[in-house]
Nanobody
Framework: QVQLVESGGGSVQTGGGLRLSCKVSKHTDRIKCVAWFRETPGKQREGVASIDTPSDTLFYADDLQGRFTISQDRGEGMVSLQMNSLKPEDTGTYYC??????????????????????WGQGTQVTVSS
């Protein structure tokens, strides 16, 4: 029903950048949200950024906005995450996820991290000092 395939991970030095891409294949209009999550050593999986694909509404984790940018190419069915000024603490496995809009207390949106139900296989990002 929904397939997500990540690419673009790799190794980079502190201060460098990487661009992750997620090929999104879905056969239902209910799935409107695509997001990037990450698992870093010693921490639980956390949401990084999300995009509401029909409206292009973006949402970022508070401490990552400014360095990370999520975007989409509707024609190619791709959602990308541009990561700049990378730090060693950004090292981890990055996952693409998809889900429906959920009630966030104010509106239906793509910012409810715990409601994403479709996941890619993950791609490794390593930042060396």
């Amino acid at each position: 029903q929904v397939q997500l395939v990540e690419s673009g991970g790799g190794s980079v030095q502190t201060g460098g950048g990487l661009r992750l891409s997620c090929k999104v294949s879905k056969h239902t209009d209910r799935i409107k949200c695509v997001a990037w999550f990450r698992e870093t050593p010693g921490k639980q999986r956390e949401g990084v950024a999300s995009i509401d694909t029909p409206s292009d509404t973006l949402f970022y984790a508070d401490d990552l906005q400014g360095r990370f940018t999520i975007s989409q190419d509707r024609g190619e069915g791709m959602v990308s995450l541009q990561m700049n000024s990378l730090k060693p603490e950004d090292t981890g496995t990055y996952y693409c996820a998809a889900g429906e809009r959920e009630w966030d207390g104010n509106r239906f949106s793509c910012r409810v991290w715990k409601k994403y139900g479709y996941w890619g296989q993950g791609t490794q990002v390593t930042v060396s000092s």
